[in-house]
Nanobody, 116 residues
Framework: QVQLVESGGGLVQTGGSLRLSCAAS????????MGWYRQAPGKQRELVAV???????NYGDFVKGRFTLSRNNAKNTVFLQMNSLKPEDAAVYYC??????????WGKGTLVTVSS
């Protein structure tokens, strides 16, 4: 069984910053991709950022240089630094892990609220 523990969500003012963390543990031998998706009320879940084991990243178009994704392979942990937050960034952010065997795992989500 694999557990993803997310932390770092909360309330921030427009222009502020938050850092999300996600740690994977349990019966997971090797992780290929780690990343974050988000889902706002009434909208589809969308990719925020993903990073492979070698450190290559891919960001959603809306990020535009505001967010930085990094990972610690030894600790199976991924970090999302979010700067210059906007009200439209408010959503539930979900950690996602893709294991080497192709299995997908999701966290329970952490709420990000941005006040205008």
């Amino acid at each position: 069984q694999v557990q993803l523990v997310e932390s770092g969500g909360g309330l921030v003012q427009t222009g502020g910053s938050l850092r999300l963390s996600c740690a994977a543990s349990g019966s997971i031998f090797s992780i290929n991709f780690m990343g974050w998706y988000r889902q706002a009320p009434g909208k589809q879940r969308e990719l925020v950022a993903v990073i492979n084991r070698g450190g290559m990243t891919n960001y959603g178009d809306f990020v535009k240089g505001r967010f930085t994704l990094s990972r610690n392979n030894a600790k199976n942990t991924v970090f999302l630094q979010m700067n210059s937050l906007k009200p439209e960034d408010a959503a539930v952010y979900y950690c996602n892990v893709v294991a080497a065997d192709g299995m997908y795992y999701w966290g329970k989500g952490t709420l990000v609220t941005v006040s205008s």
